[in-house]
DNA sequence: CGTATTCTCAAACGATCGTTTGATTCCATC
DNA sequence: GATGGAATCAAACGATCGTTTGAGAATACG
């Protein structure tokens, strides 16, 4: 009865992650994911135990790969001297880029990672922070390399503040659709070369400490 | 049996948009905001109707006065000569800087601002974008005038990533604690100017459809 | 003061939520 | 082809959801 090339774990999350996507998680039933995905509704359970942690592996199935990706691509600029903070933004920011162009819900993906920015949901960040937190500090290192002037608890809080703004300006790039003829491709680059410039003009901004006492 | 000084309509409204800020509006119950304001479940209905118009109501209460005060902003910059594209964002992005600094629940509003950015809710958008729609579209013509050489359709589109990405960014700080002991004006000022320069870099870059062409 | 209106309250409504159950089907292995 | 674990299924669980009800308290007005 199984129609589709996929199993029922990945229609699932497939489904889940779409839904989360316009609905939120709170806002997405069981009932609606598993009619999505063609399954029973005991399947969620059956396959993952309860929905907080179906939450869970829809995140860190595309995280895996989207943090082994910046951190390799952190790992071709850190500690170079001639690496520049716009370059240090494109290992983070091509990474999801690339992600959102595969066809297969990468998008919706990066429209579930705004929402989990949007979520103060405790147990979701906690997750995200013991799983994924060692991504964010490394490219804290290297900012703080980049900008000795700021303070270490301003570099995260700036960081946190830009990468949910970056998060949220890109998952909207899975929404609007092109109406001019330029190629997918071409299109998200350019964006991401907004983001960067955007990014980067944030982060070189003098320490507030300093410049304010 | 109503000690506090406010009315029930305004207790709920409070507990209303802390809630909602924090929890999403699917994830916010009822029965949350009423114990939060301390008055009876069915006062929701009684005073508002429904849930739905409750939220919308959470909107109107704080979006008539802050959209009021970022047209007059507006009108006083608009069309003239020396109006830079900053002084346009200034407009757009102060209001809502002094709207999170007044103690009385401003700086949830935000985040509630930022939670329906997330929300795909046809609903809340069209409500929204009905009600608040000809605020964008003047803020829309100014830019137009400070970025000739983009098409209309873009400007749309740039406007909803930047102020959607602004929205979360100023939805942070209120939760990030100032651990320096600049006064929180400072504070706010500093980072306003952080987010306007942010986002001129962004409006900036040149049209997209001509340079992929 | 008596009446009318507004408001508050506890209780219940049906619907939907996440989760569990127990039977049934599928499929690999001997 | 029989056996046993994995997977799927319809059905139901108790809890919670938004909403409604009808009676009672508070308030305003003649």
């Known amino acids: 009865m199984n129609a589709s090339p996929f199993s029922t774990k990945e229609r699932i999350l497939g489904a889940a992650e779409a839904l989360f996507a ?13 009619a999505a995905a063609k399954v029973n ?7 993952f135990g309860s929905k907080d942690k179906l939450i869970e592996e829809v995140f860190r ?14 790992a071709r600029v850190a500690g170079q001297a001639s ?10 920011i091509s990474p999801a880029l690339d992600l959102s162009r595969h066809g297969g819900g990468g998008a919706a993906f990066v429209r579930v990672l705004a929402r989990a920015y949007a979520e103060h949901n ?6 995200l922070s ?3 937190g ?4 490394q490219f804290a290192v290297e900012f703080a390399r980049l900008l000795p002037d700021l303070a270490k608890d301003e570099i995260y809080w700036r960081l946190d503040i830009v990468t949910g703004a970056l998060t949220y300006a890109m998952a909207d790039f899975g929404i609007i659709q092109r109406k001019t003829e330029v190629t997918e491709r071409t299109h998200r680059e350019q964006a991401a070369g907004h983001l960067i410039r955007f990014a980067a003009a944030g982060l070189r901004n003098p320490p507030l ?3 304010a006492r």
Chains 1, 2 share one sequence.
Request: hydrophobic letters at 40%; proline letters at 0%; zero cysteines.
């Open 22 to 34: 316009t609905h939120g998680f709170a806002g997405a039933s069981l009932r609606q994911v598993t």
């Open 41 to 47: 509704l005991a399947a969620v359970n059956y396959h």
């Open 61 to 74: 199935r595309r995280l895996d790969e989207l943090n082994s990706r910046r951190l390799a691509a952190l």
């Open 83 to 92: 690496t520049r903070l716009e370059d240090v933004l494109d290992a983070y």
């Open 122 to 127: 405790e147990t979701l960040r906690r997750f």
């Open 130 to 132: 013991d799983n994924y």
């Open 134 to 137: 060692h991504v964010l500090r």
């Open 209 to 211: 400490s300093t410049a």
